[in-house]
């Protein structure tokens, strides 16, 4: 049982180029989310999908796309990365208003 | 627009104190509180979460403290040890709704 697992761990982009994170979980979650966590500015949320097929945006999604492919994954997408998302990207997963359950992050720098 | 304000940003209490963190929302919907702990280079973790029909809920050394009508809501550690040295973020939501943070409270704990 891994829980919420994130990948990769670390990665370096230079400006314009595009990535995806990846993330699964093995908990059952029906909403799964995407936030970005810089300091002084707490825990923002990205995007997020309150069941498999759906998805909407928070409260910083420019720049941003989101893919839930299936129940258990939960991609997210640069399409042309800027200096201003670098930042530790998790996510999390939850069944309806119950505890939520963080990956590992992933921390992003853009150069 | 925050919804959900958090203070102090940074606190230091002596072994054996008592850690005080608050939060304010504005979304009266909202009716899950959960309080989470981070410590670095991971993700955070849930540490205690209250609904709104109680006005207290302790487990262990943390205690959370909810007033309904000031939309208020505080967690109290007892007894704090250097291991909870950490960064603690308030949180809430409402059925169907990602969780929303605080900005997040760095706690040093001094031995």
């Known amino acids: 049982n891994a829980g919420v697992t994130q990948t990769p761990k670390f990665q370096v982009l230079k400006t314009g180029q595009s990535m995806t994170l990846q993330c699964a979980q093995d908990?059952?979650?029906?909403?799964m989310y995407w936030y970005r966590q810089d300091p002084g500015m707490g825990l923002r949320l990205i995007y997020y999908?309150?069941?498999?097929?759906?998805?909407d945006k928070g409260e910083v999604p420019n720049g941003y796309n989101v893919s839930r492919l299936n129940k258990r994954e939960f991609s997210l997408r640069l399409e042309s990365a800027a200096p201003s998302q670098t930042s530790v990207y998790f996510c999390?997963?939850?069944?309806?208003?119950?505890?939520?359950?963080f990956g590992q992050g992933t921390r992003l720098t853009v150069v | 627009q925050q919804q959900v304000k958090q203070s102090p940003q940074s606190l230091i209490v002596q072994k054996g104190g008592i850690s005080i963190i608050n939060c304010a929302y504005e979304?009266?919907?909202?009716?899950?509180f959960p309080w989470y702990q981070q410590f670095p280079g991971k993700g955070p973790a849930l540490l205690i979460a209250?609904?709104?029909?109680?006005s207290e809920k302790k487990e262990g050394r943390f205690t959370i403290s909810f007033n309904k009508s000031a939309k208020q809501f505080s967690l109290h550690i007892m007894d704090s040890q250097p291991g909870d040295s950490a960064t603690y973020f308030c949180a809430a939501s409402s059925l169907g709704t990602a969780l929303i943070f605080g900005k997040g409270t760095t706690l040093s704990v001094s031995s």
């Open positions: 908990m059952n979650h029906n909403s």
């Open positions: 209250i609904r709104p029909d109680v």
């Open positions: 999390a997963g939850n069944r309806a208003d119950t505890e939520a359950f």
């Open positions: 999908s309150a069941s498999e097929g759906t998805t």
């Open positions: 979304n009266t919907a909202f009716d899950y």
